[in-house]
């Protein structure tokens, strides 16, 4: 029983901030996102009677005592869905730096869920394929998609209704998001950690949920209608937003460093230009821009010229994750 699937990354341009319900990691709110052409991670997954606990391969490493737990709590929904007891065996690679902020959780719980349900046979439609991922991470939800998608916050207890779904496929648009890397280093305050506590402590929580409906709105018909300056200006609110929500949690959470806030104003000065490039950035130090293919190069060589950017990755809509091999 083993199978093994890609997924690729995505990046929030409406972001996911918040949990509803934390044991079932269902969002307070829904987010919009775009799927990555150039990052993925490959998981193969392999239930074997001969196996005692499950076994975690990160990146051609063991993986560590969280991560191997987190992949564990994950694997027992599965075991739990399908009736099988077996413990596995994950094999997982990313194409891409873990935790740097480049949601390696996003691609490798989406990858992983494929993989685990096809492995233990089980016939499942995508909206429960996307349910099961959420279980893993948030942004797993959406990584099972390609193209521009949604993901729901829903209003069921139980989570049901928290899943997501495509807005338009990858053929739809010939945009791109570049990502400057600022830093390697792993990030301070995970994602988790980081909701957790803005919910708890920032006076603006309850205004990011009244506020965020509307962008997802308007964002969709953006997306339809191909209206890209109206697409760039939302997905620029939308981060500047959710992170004005991190940095007044108590204490406050600065995902920034000095390079990320000198490409910020490189972009606006770039689009005061007449290039219309957008940022967005995640739960980590490094700038994404959003730009059109014919921009493509100036922004690149935008990026490349800011000092300390150590390198740059030029993405286009990224594909649905898919099943590479399949062993009953
Ligand atoms: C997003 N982020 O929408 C937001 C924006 C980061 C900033 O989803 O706790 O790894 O596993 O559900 O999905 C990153 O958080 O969080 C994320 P969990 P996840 O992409």
């Not at 349900?117 to 394929?129: D, I, P, Y």
Request: with cysteine; proline share 3%; hydrophobic share 40%.
């Amino acid at each position: 029983m083993q199978a093994k699937a890609r997924a690729h990354s995505n990046i929030a341009l409406i972001k996911y901030w918040g949990k509803r319900d934390v044991r079932l990691n269902i969002p307070a709110v829904g987010s919009i996102s775009m799927t990555l052409s150039a990052l993925w991670t490959e998981t193969e997954v392999i239930f074997d009677e001969r196996l005692s606990k499950d076994e975690l391969i990160l990146d051609n490493r063991r993986g560590n005592v969280k991560e191997s737990k987190r992949i564990s709590a994950f694997l027992d929904i599965l075991r739990q869905k399908s009736g099988v007891p077996l413990k596995a065996k994950v094999i997982s690679i990313n194409n891409f730096p873990t935790a740097a902020g480049l949601a390696s959780s996003a691609s490798g719980f989406a990858a992983l869920t494929l993989a685990a349900a096809k492995a233990l046979k089980l016939n499942l439609s995508e909206r429960e394929l996307s349910i099961l991922a959420r279980r893993g991470s948030g942004s797993a939800a959406r990584s099972l998609f390609g193209g521009f998608v949604e993901m729901f916050a829903g209003t069921e207890p139980d989570g049901s209704d928290s899943f997501a779904q495509p807005i338009a496929a990858q053929d739809h648009w010939d945009v791109r998001l570049l990502i400057g890397i600022t830093s390697f280093r792993p990030k301070k305050v995970g994602s988790t950690e980081g909701m957790t506590r803005s919910k708890k402590t920032s006076p603006y929580y309850q205004a990011w949920i009244q506020s965020q409906p509307e962008d997802l709105k308007e964002m969709r018909q953006a997306i339809l209608q191909k209206d890209f300056q109206k697409v760039g200006e939302l997905t620029e609110h939308s981060c500047l937003k959710m992170h004005a929500l991190a940095l007044s949690s108590k204490p406050g959470i600065l995902y920034w460093n000095a390079i990320t806030v000198d490409a910020m104003h490189a972009i606006r000065e770039l689009r005061h230009s007449g290039i219309q490039a957008y940022f967005t950035v995640d739960a980590g130090p490094q700038i994404k821009v959003l730009c059109l293919a014919e921009d493509e190069v100036r922004v690149r060589d935008m990026l490349r010229s800011i000092n300390g950017i150590e390198r740059t990755i030029v993405n286009k809509l990224g594909p649905a994750a898919q099943i590479l091999e399949f062993d009953e």
